[in-house]
């Protein structure tokens, strides 16, 4: 069975200062790991996605993920939020074995001016 | 590319009635997929489809909600009868084959059953 958890509901920082989403996921075989954004009354949007390569994904809107196989870890990241980065992200992965992704519950990003 | 484009953007019922919610995936993709969205239980996967044959409906709720996918351009999700339970946020999505593709989703149904 395949899973992901995203420890932190909310995380809340300062724009301007660096933002982390944290991600760990469970999947047998190679992992397809893949982050989402949902901005209030909308469906998510594909933000990036690692398959294979180098372990630093860069994705839109500034976004980067590195995946870090031995801490099974996929962390989102952006060197300097912005206000209009609130929104809430989801972290998803897809075993080799499976077709769907299974998708964490979601972390609440809060931007301050 | 319109995207995967859902419909009603808003549905208001009463209970008891029955409701159709509409999809059209993106031409070409061949796995579409259905979601509910709701605060207390977040984001579950209702169905999904491989070229048009239901594959897992095991997150469907109850006998009350059904899906089809009659070709590859349209999927419907009807729930009958509808209950104040079932409101919620119901997403499509829709993906090429492969392990190495993301979900493209639709922009949602906020369905309403007073």
């Known amino acids: 069975a395949q899973s992901v958890a995203q420890p932190e509901d909310q995380v809340n920082v300062a724009e301007g200062n660096p933002l982390t989403v944290k991600c760990t996921y469970s999947?047998?075989?190679?992992?397809?790991l893949f982050w989402y954004v949902q901005y209030p009354n909308r469906g998510l949007q594909f933000l990036l996605k690692?398959?294979?390569?180098?372990?630093l994904v860069k994705g839109s809107y500034g976004f980067e993920a590195e995946f870090n196989k031995s801490q099974t870890s996929f962390h989102l990241k952006k060197p300097s939020a912005l206000v209009s980065d609130s929104a809430l992200y989801f972290c998803?992965?897809?075993?080799?074995?499976?077709?769907?992704?299974?998708f964490g519950a979601g972390t609440t990003v809060t931007v301050r001016a | 590319d319109a995207g995967v484009i859902q419909s009603p953007r808003h549905e208001v019922t009463e209970m008891g009635q029955e409701v159709t919610l509409r999809c059209k995936p993106i031409?070409?993709?061949?796995?579409l997929f259905w979601y509910r969205q709701t605060m207390m239980r977040g984001l579950e996967l209702l169905i999904y489809?491989?070229?048009?044959?239901?594959?897992?409906d095991s997150g469907m709720p109850e006998d009350r909600f059904s899906a089809k996918m009659p070709n590859a351009s349209f999927s419907t999700l009807k729930i009958q009868p509808s209950e104040p339970r079932d409101s919620a946020v119901y997403f499509c999505?829709?993906?090429?084959?492969?392990?190495?593709?993301?979900?493209?989703f639709g922009s949602g149904t906020r369905l309403t059953v007073v």
């Open positions: 999505a829709s993906s090429p084959l492969g392990q190495g593709y993301g979900y493209t």
């Open positions: 998803a992965v897809r075993g080799s074995n499976d077709y769907k992704l299974s």
């Open positions: 031409s070409g993709h061949n796995s």
């Open positions: 489809f491989n070229n048009n044959v239901p594959i897992d």
């Open positions: 999947v047998s075989g190679n992992p397809y």
């Open positions: 690692y398959i294979t390569g180098d372990n």
